[in-house]
């Protein structure tokens, strides 16, 4: 199809006259099953879309539709997805070149490709069309979105995350975030050849992680945080014991031994959680060598940090921190909210033994992601924490720079 034609197409399959069309196909779709009592979760692929294709042909002689071929085969692809897959956003998890999905009410859906975030050419009909491709999702891992659970985390069994939350609470329509997992994780390489960061920096990083340095990524959300997080654990030398302590499951450590530990969320009564601080806690009474944390978001900070100067030397974990010292201060707050009542001076110091590194990752206004820095904690000098920077990335030049040895 040349690209006038394609437009043509994406044009037509966003307009009303377009979403009435597809959605009368589609009631009239399901008349047919039901009356002739077609088995269709049985059918493969195939023969849907050769039932689907005839149906549509017909149902165009019928009703006189104002359709070109291309039109039709449009909405027969599209009648597909609706009775087999996920709808409109059946197309956009098929395709690899899009890691992130989100959906805010029926007419806006972004897709995020090379970290840009474009609109999809793709829209719903309405917000219930729009929860019943959020339930269809939720269904096979027993979890539903309601009025009583306007608000779902959950994780598919492919590893993807799915985030879900609907009105009254999310005020302009049913909104869903999807984080696609790539299937396969980036490689030093990959990020080498990228820019995202240069060969000395993870050779330095290498070296830190064999050394049993306890470190912090740092970054925004969808920086890379989880991205390098599981970059560096490749490097944990075989034959020592790693526990990981996540939210969902998204670490893919290529470790001999690992046990993977996941928070779970309250009960419809609001009990029976298991929240991170109780893994990390339980985690230490499981005599690992390091123990890993996904994202360090609340109370469990005291007990990551505790873990950390109690010789658990190589722990790792990320914070959602815009900076360095952002990040310190996130922990402080964080460790206030947890009732830490010691001084501040107290709580760095604790910070200044605990943490030696601090990796720092950011998504650019170009859209690539790239470790930003790397900055080394020294100590305490009376009440600041002393850093040093190793590595950052000159925003200005465009380069990666090694500021060890200099002054
Ligand atoms: N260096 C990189 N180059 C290209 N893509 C990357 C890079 N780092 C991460 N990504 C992609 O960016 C997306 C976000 O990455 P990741 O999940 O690691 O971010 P995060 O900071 O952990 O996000 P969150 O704040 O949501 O937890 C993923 O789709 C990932 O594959
Ligand atoms: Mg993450």
């Known amino acids: 199809m040349n690209s006038a034609n394609t437009e043509q ?21 399901i008349q047919q099953i039901e009356e002739r009592n077609l088995e269709i979760d049985q059918w493969d692929e195939a023969k849907l879309e050769r039932f689907v294709t005839e149906q549509m042909r017909r149902y165009v002689v019928e009703q006189r539709l104002p359709v070109n071929l291309r039109e039709s085969e449009a909405l027969a692809r599209d009648a597909c997805d609706e009775l087999m897959g996920f709808g ?12 992130d999905i989100v959906v805010n009410g029926p007419s806006n859906v972004f897709v995020e490709r090379d970290g840009k975030l474009t609109i999809a050419p793709v829209r719903f009909l309405d917000d219930n069309h729009v929860i019943r491709v959020i339930q269809r999702i939720l269904a096979p891992i027993g979890r539903r979105v309601d009025e009583s659970t306007p608000m ?19 005020l302009d329509g049913p909104c869903l975030s999807i984080r696609k997992f790539r299937k396969k994780a980036l490689t030093s390489e990959d990020l080498i050849r990228s820019g995202s960061v240069s060969e000395a920096a993870l050779n330095y990083l290498q070296d830190r992680v064999r050394q049993r340095t306890n470190l912090i990524v740092v970054g925004g959300t969808g920086s890379g945080k989880t991205t390098f997080l599981n970059l560096l654990s490749q490097w944990i030398p075989q034959g020592e014991r790693i526990v990981t302590v996540e939210d969902a499951a998204e670490l ?17 009564d609001g009990e029976r959680a298991v929240t991170a601080r109780d893994l990390v806690r339980n985690a230490l009474r ?3 060598d390091r123990i890993i944390v996904g994202e360090v978001r609340g109370d469990e900070v005291l007990d990551m940090l505790q873990a950390m100067n109690t010789g658990h030397d190589g722990s790792m974990t990320t914070i959602h921190a815009n900076s360095t010292r952002d990040a310190i201060h996130r922990m402080e707050l964080l460790a206030g909210f947890a009732g830490y009542n010691g001084s ?15 990796v720092h990752v950011a998504r650019l206004a170009d859209g690539k992601r790239r470790l930003t820095s790397i900055t080394e904690v020294l100590g305490l000098s009376g009440n600041e924490l002393q850093m040093r920077t190793v590595f950052h990335y000159d925003m200005e030049a465009g380069v990666h720079v090694d500021s060890r040895d200099k002054p």
């Open 9 to 29: 197409v994406t044009r037509f399959r966003l307009s009303d006259q377009y979403q009435q069309l597809k959605s009368s196909f589609h009631r009239h779709l």
């Open 88 to 99: 409109p956003i059946q197309a956009l998890i098929e395709d690899d070149t899009i890691n």
């Open 152 to 170: 779902v985390d959950a994780r598919l069994p492919d590893g993807s995350r799915v985030n879900a939350i609907i009105p009254p609470i999310a």
């Open 252 to 268: 893919r450590l290529q470790h001999g031994h690992v046990v993977r530990l996941e928070t779970r969320p309250p009960n419809l």
């Open 286 to 288: 499981m005599r690992p």
């Open 344 to 358: 501040e001076v107290t709580f760095r110091g604790q910070v200044a033994s605990a943490i030696h590194l601090l």
